[in-house]
């Protein structure tokens, strides 16, 4: 991506557009891989994403999945996306209910996320990263 290029300018709603300046690619080196996850963190200061935007954001995190499964297993291996999470509530003195109330959703859903009968949804990640401060691709397998 050109950084000096797009950084200052405004996110596009449509994919399409947003395709021009990223193209959803598997991800070939480490190079690409950071102008991914810098794609990523911009996408997730939005407030409220487009269609297309949430689109993107979703091809970029598979593609993200992808590289770290193949690139990086050795170093995400010992520990999941939810142990994670459990591991960050529990520093933060925080149970199931509180990761409900943080995410907006409806109390049991706290529990069922951290059992892993429920999946966490990108809003969720992005929710997440920003109470954490850390990037939203460590929650996920």
Known sequence: ???AKHNQKKLPGRLEDLATWLPP???PNESRYEDTL???DRLMG?????????AYLETLVQLIEAYEAKHLAIEMKDISGIELLRNLLSENDMNASDLARLLGVH???GSKLLKG???LTVEHLQKLAKRFQVRPELFMN
């Open 1 to 3: 991506m050109a950084r």
């Open 107 to 109: 109390a049991s859903m």
């Open 46 to 54: 939005v407030a409220k994403h487009t269609k297309g935007q949430a």
């Open 38 to 40: 810098e794609m990523i």
């Open 117 to 119: 009968d429920r999946s």
């Open 25 to 27: 690619h598997p991800i």
